[in-house]
């Protein structure tokens, strides 16, 4: 009740703000923000798997929308709030339907001076690059874990210092998650003529909830084991307080940038590779070298995990209450068929390399490569891919893309199928763009999987014709052209259509599409979901004002 009121109470200031700001605010002030709906119509179809739940047996519709509205005026003073809605959604859990609606974010915020901020409310940040704390927002993975509490943010005592702090709960929802989240931040910028530096430190507390210190406490008692000396060998006292900690620093030297830093985390309970809670610290050592000159450049990665689990507890899995994130360190590609099969980053344990380049030898011409390769901490590779692309202007009405990506994927890791043998994938693709006129163009993309693991070899195809800055058409088609016997799901042969338009007003922008696709792993930035297969209409509207 507290937080409706407290909820009602801001939208009433706004509506009242946006109303009477020159009154309020002699210095004025502006409303802004953006809406987005999406919207699913379920098709029944059991020959791709896309039927036997509650969406296609009974709801056959669902959806979710955002309303956002930002208030800012000229004397330093801000306020947002976003208005949720979900109606027998999937975006949470793709095989159910959710159903809630309220105020899902707000905050006011006001500039005291020296640029120094202080907020109160919902909030996104991270410290470094994420992996000791990131609160973000992914509405495509269903993902909304932002911090509610007060936030504290500004140079302090030198204009080159600057430093954050907070304190505060994850978002859980329309509610929070029990354990209380602190945290403090600071970077100095340092410039030595020809060599630039940015230290940083972090530090977060995690501090536990009696329910769910109870919650381990139960799960580390029914652990029986015993030892030679009638000792539970798996039985430990878990911890309220956690700590998670990075030491970073950017150097800037000409054509040269290098990132690194260390992260490290007490002891606590969390979840090990075989399903039982230990007593275990975490670490992460994260770099990255870049070089940049005209025409050439590159990029080279390297991170090593060993049990960096931080979570708002260790009750929480996959993507619920996740207070750091890993930088991914795999091409991220977007294209249908070489981003089938994405890795997620394994918090357990991994060593990953990454290296990958650019280099425009004459204009017209653009080429680049990638190499990735991803191991367990005992060295069993479980990814590896290499591709090399080439795009060629061959006149300004017509261009081309040409590639080819090499994969290996452990389906044991990265599916949770211990039986099956790791996928090993070819996949040449090309892309055709021809400018009819300044308005009008066509793009044809052709994609081949060759692979005898999972479903077998697909082949992708789709047009698409645009008429700028109005309207764009598609239509694809995925199809299993050589399916795998062995695999349960799927024995024959299948296609996967979509048929696609959109239409943009201003900076209102409209789509349908009919859609039908295969179930599989979706990922974003090393994080993933599995999505089951899908049958149906999807509307979707986006606009800003």
Same mark, same amino acid.
């Given at each position: 009740?507290?937080?409706?009121?407290?909820?009602?109470?801001?939208?009433?200031?706004?509506?009242?703000?946006?109303?009477?700001?020159?009154?309020?605010?002699?210095?004025?002030?502006?409303?802004?923000?953006?809406?987005?709906?999406?919207?699913?119509?379920?098709?029944?179809?059991?020959?791709?798997?896309?039927?036997?739940?509650?969406?296609?047996?009974?709801?056959?519709?669902?959806?979710?929308?955002?309303?956002?509205?930002?208030?800012?005026?000229?004397?330093?003073?801000?306020?947002?709030?976003?208005?949720?809605?979900?109606?027998?959604?999937?975006?949470?859990?793709?095989?159910?339907?959710?159903?809630?609606?309220?105020?899902?974010?707000?905050?006011?915020?006001?500039?005291?001076?020296?640029?120094?901020?202080?907020?109160?409310?919902?909030?996104?940040?991270?410290?470094?690059?994420?992996?000791?704390?990131?609160?973000?927002?992914?509405?495509?993975?269903?993902?909304?874990?932002?911090?509610?509490?007060?936030?504290?943010?500004?140079?302090?005592?030198?204009?080159?210092?600057?430093?954050?702090?907070?304190?505060?709960?994850?978002?859980?929802?329309?509610?929070?998650?029990?354990?209380?989240?602190?945290?403090?931040?600071?970077?100095?910028?340092?410039?030595?003529?020809?060599?630039?530096?940015?230290?940083?430190?972090?530090?977060?507390?995690?501090?536990?909830?009696?329910?769910?210190?109870?919650?381990?406490?139960?799960?580390?008692?029914?652990?029986?084991?015993?030892?030679?000396?009638?000792?539970?060998?798996?039985?430990?006292?878990?911890?309220?307080?956690?700590?998670?900690?990075?030491?970073?620093?950017?150097?800037?030297?000409?054509?040269?940038?290098?990132?690194?830093?260390?992260?490290?985390?007490?002891?606590?309970?969390?979840?090990?590779?075989?399903?039982?809670?230990?007593?275990?610290?975490?670490?992460?050592?994260?770099?990255?070298?870049?070089?940049?000159?005209?025409?050439?450049? /590159?990029?080279?990665?390297? %991170?090593? =995990?060993?049990?960096?689990?931080? !979570?708002?507890?260790?009750?929480? $899995?996959?993507? +619920?209450?996740?207070?750091?994130?890993?930088?991914?360190?795999?091409?991220?590609?977007?294209?249908?068929?070489?981003?089938?099969?994405?890795?997620?980053?394994?918090?357990?344990?991994?060593?990953?390399?990454?290296?990958?380049?650019?280099?425009?030898?004459?204009?017209?011409?653009?080429?680049?490569?990638?190499?990735?390769?991803?191991?367990?901490?005992?060295?069993?590779?479980?990814?590896?891919?290499?591709?090399?692309?080439?795009?060629?202007?061959?006149?300004?009405?017509?261009?081309?893309?040409?590639?080819?990506?090499?994969?290996?994927?452990?389906?044991?890791?990265?599916?949770?199928?211990?039986?099956?043998?790791?996928?090993?994938?070819?996949?040449?693709? /090309?892309?055709?763009?021809? %400018?009819? =006129?300044?308005?009008?163009?066509? !793009?044809?993309?052709?994609?081949? $999987?060759?692979? +005898?693991?999972?479903?077998?070899?697909?082949?992708?195809?789709?047009?698409?014709?645009?008429?700028?800055?109005?309207?764009?058409?598609?239509?694809?088609?995925?199809?299993?052209?050589?399916?795998?016997?062995?695999?349960?799901?799927?024995?024959?042969?299948?296609?996967?259509?979509?048929?696609?338009?959109?239409?943009?007003?201003?900076?209102?922008?409209?789509?349908?599409?009919?859609?039908?696709?295969?179930?599989?792993?979706?990922?974003?930035?090393?994080?993933?979901?599995?999505?089951?297969?899908?049958?149906?209409?999807?509307?979707?509207?986006?606009?800003?004002?």
């Amino acid at each position: 009740m507290r937080f409706r009121l407290l909820s009602s109470l801001f939208l009433a200031f706004l509506a009242t703000a946006s109303l009477a700001q020159n009154h309020l605010l002699p210095s004025g002030g502006h409303i802004s923000g953006s809406f987005q709906l999406n919207q699913n119509f379920y098709q029944r179809d059991s020959t791709i798997g896309a039927a036997g739940n509650p969406l296609y047996d009974n709801v056959l519709s669902g959806g979710e929308g955002w309303l956002n509205l930002l208030y800012a005026s000229n004397n330093g003073f801000n306020a947002n709030v976003r208005f949720d809605l979900f109606n027998n959604s999937n975006l949470h859990n793709p095989s159910q339907n959710y159903s809630a609606q309220g105020v899902g974010f707000w905050n006011a915020s006001k500039e005291i001076g020296n640029g120094i901020t202080i907020l109160g409310g919902y909030f996104y940040d991270q410290f470094g690059s994420g992996i000791v704390y990131r609160s973000y927002e992914d509405r495509g993975l269903g993902i909304d874990n932002s911090t509610f509490g007060f936030q504290v943010k500004g140079k302090f005592l030198h204009d080159n210092l600057y430093i954050k702090a907070f304190s505060g709960r994850q978002k859980n929802l329309f509610t929070t998650y029990n354990p209380v989240i602190k945290g403090a931040n600071a970077e100095y910028y340092v410039d030595f003529g020809p060599v630039q530096i940015t230290p940083g430190a972090s530090i977060v507390n995690r501090t536990l909830d009696a329910n769910s210190m109870a919650a381990i406490v139960t799960t580390i008692n029914s652990y029986t084991n015993l030892d030679s000396a009638g000792n539970y060998v798996d039985r430990f006292i878990p911890k309220y307080n956690s700590y998670a900690y990075s030491f970073y620093n950017t150097l800037n030297l000409g054509n040269f940038s290098w990132y690194a830093e260390y992260a490290g985390k007490t002891s606590e309970a969390i979840y090990n590779n075989v399903g039982k809670l230990t007593n275990t610290p975490g670490s992460v050592m994260f770099t990255s070298l870049n070089y940049s000159v005209k025409g050439f450049g /590159a990029t080279a990665q390297f %991170k090593r =995990t060993d049990h960096f689990v931080f !979570r708002t507890s260790p009750n929480e $899995q996959l993507l +619920k209450g996740m207070i750091s994130f890993q930088p991914p360190l795999s091409k991220q590609n977007s294209l249908r068929l070489p981003a089938r099969y994405m890795p997620a980053t394994q918090e357990l344990g991994e060593l990953a390399y990454e290296a990958d380049f650019f280099y425009t030898p004459k204009k017209g011409i653009k080429t680049n490569g990638n190499y990735t390769y991803i191991t367990l901490l005992n060295k069993q590779k479980i990814y590896e891919e290499i591709s090399a692309e080439i795009e060629i202007k061959k006149s300004k009405n017509n261009f081309y893309d040409f590639g080819f990506q090499y994969m290996n994927y452990s389906l044991a890791i990265y599916r949770g199928k211990p039986l099956e043998p790791m996928l090993v994938s070819y996949i040449p693709y /090309a892309e055709w763009t021809h %400018k009819f =006129t300044e308005k009008k163009s066509i !793009r044809v993309e052709a994609q081949y $999987q060759e692979t +005898k693991q999972d479903y077998g070899s697909w082949v992708f195809g789709l047009i698409e014709y645009n008429i700028a800055p109005r309207w764009s058409f598609a239509l694809s088609d995925m199809y299993n052209i050589k399916p795998n016997p062995d695999h349960s799901s799927n024995h024959e042969q299948a296609h996967y259509y979509n048929c696609f338009v959109s239409c943009t007003e201003h900076a209102t922008r409209l789509t349908l599409a009919y859609v039908k696709q295969v179930d599989g792993i979706v990922c974003t930035g090393g994080v993933c979901r599995y999505e089951p297969a899908f049958s149906g209409l999807k509307f979707t509207l986006n606009t800003t004002f």
